[in-house]
């Protein structure tokens, strides 16, 4: 199971536990609000972000880090029967996806109609020039077969489909200069408005996120082919990985800044040297991406995927999370840093604004980077801001928001907003040192 304990620190100071006390009355009651029956073209129940705006909608990456939020309400105040229940939903997020596959392309969101908002017309359109479901499917599948204590029969079938959807990625989305994968769009990418893709050329961010999401995606593709007795399989998705960390050390981390970032690879091609007399033939580039100096939260995610050295990751801590000139902020850490001259906290939708607001899942995956390489102290302080928070909204409000302004905590967005808000309870069980639920 993908349980945890963890020891203890600090004793928790009165205004964390009031807040802590707000949070689990107000998550345990209404997380039901979550779940969705069969309909439509979505065969199978699954979970949508629990808001009027997502209404009847999956989504990517909001049902796996959901789900990851759903274990731990269930493991903390679930009846078998709750648990039991659940099941049907979170197994269906899987299938449901990957029943809308089409030669290995499945859309970032399906909605009962059959319609998808990236292909609205219906017509002319070609998925592989557009952008599809973030690399997080086979990490979601991977963390319910762990969760079960390594059975994956219900996923025998779907396996095959994993597999098209992961090699799409290697096949229509990877740069073979480098080995990096990239973005196609600035189109659904989840952090909607990052400035190292948002509006810049098709086919040009090599992103520090797309590409930690990856690396954790071909890991959980060796681990169910393990689990389904399928070890050639696994031993070709094991060297994908292995030449994609290699990538990732090579042309994202930089050890000036002590940061992990995404990569441009927008370069006019080298062009074939000939007897003539050519520009720049005395010496043409000899390097196939440049980095990306923009400070964006989603660097922290090579902690998160275990990409980071140790020192990388001493670096990283000291050098950029806990400065608060740039990413440390009250309430978390900022999704832009607000050195940046693109910092903006405007409430904005389509796209959501990921210029600097704290949004939880960011808090989250950065907590869980801190845990993995020992940074306790740090971790605990984010979780203490993360609670606050969350804890003042349901005071305030009675309901969560989507995102939130880094120095007062106020809501920003989208009232009545579960999803990954939810995985303040993860943080907390960790903080209070009991059992708790992580992703694969």
């Known amino acids: ?22 949070i689990r009355q107000n998550i345990f009651k209404d997380y039901k609000g979550m779940f969705r029956p069969a309909k439509g073209v979505l065969k199978y129940p699954y979970i949508t972000p629990g808001n009027a705006s997502y209404q009847d909608q999956l989504w990517d990456w909001d049902s796996w880090l959901t789900d ?10 679930g009846s078998s029967r709750d648990r039991a229940e659940a099941v049907k939903y979170e197994e269906g ?53 762990k969760m079960n204590g390594g059975n994956a029969e219900w996923l025998r079938d779907g396996y095959p489909k994993l597999q098209a959807f992961v090699d799409c990625y ?35 961010s090599g992103s520090v996120l797309l590409n930690c999401f990856m690396y954790k995606e071909l890991l959980s593709m060796v681990y169910l082919a393990n689990c389904l007795n ?32 995404s990569v441009d690879l927008n370069l006019r091609p080298v062009v074939v040297q000939t007897n003539a007399w050519q520009f720049h033939m005395g010496q043409p580039r000899n390097w196939d991406c440049l980095i990306q100096r923009l400070g964006v939260w989603s660097g922290f995610l090579g902690m998160w995927a275990g990409v980071a050295t140790p020192d990388q990751a001493k670096q990283m801590v000291e050098m950029n999370l806990m400065d608060t000139n740039t990413f440390d902020a009250p309430y978390g850490v900022r999704s832009l840093s607000k050195m940046e001259k693109m910092y903006d906290l405007r409430a904005t939708s389509n796209p959501s604004n990921w210029l600097g607001p704290i949004w939880i899942n960011a808090n989250y995956l950065t907590f869980r980077g801190l845990v993995q390489y020992g940074y306790n102290e740090q971790a605990r302080e984010l979780v203490e801001k993360t609670v606050k928070v969350i804890g003042m909204d349901y005071e305030k409000h009675g309901i969560l928001h989507e995102f939130y302004l880094p120095e ?8 009545g907003f579960q999803d ?21």
């Open 408 to 415: 007062s905590g106020e809501p920003v967005m989208n009232p």
């Open 230 to 261: 399928m070890q050639e399989t696994a031993v070709s998705y094991q060297k994908m990985a292995d030449d994609l960390l290699e990538a990732i050390h090579e042309h994202c981390w930089d050890p000036k800044d002590g940061f992990y970032y």
């Open 1 to 22: 199971m993908c349980l945890a304990l963890t020891v203890k620190g600090a004793d928790t100071d009165p205004e964390t536990q009031h807040y802590i006390k707000v």
């Open 93 to 145: 997020c899987i299938l449901d996806s990957l029943d809308s596959i089409k030669n290995g392309w499945i859309p970032v969101v399906v909605s009962p109609s059959g319609k998808d908002f990236m292909n609205s017309s219906g017509t002319n359109f070609i998925p592989y020039l557009h952008n599809m479901h973030k690399p997080c499917l086979a990490q979601h599948a991977a963390f319910l077969v």
């Open 420 to 440: 990954w808000n939810y995985l303040v309870l993860n943080m907390i069980a960790w903080y209070e040192g009991k059992p708790y639920v992580a992703e694969f």
């Open 170 to 204: 290697y096949n229509h989305y990877r740069d073979k200069a480098t080995g990096l994968y990239y973005w196609e769009t600035d189109e659904c990418i989840g952090v909607d408005n990052d400035p190292s893709t948002f509006f810049r050329p098709y086919g040009s």
């Open 68 to 77: 990851i939020a759903l274990r731990q309400i269930l493991l903390e105040n």
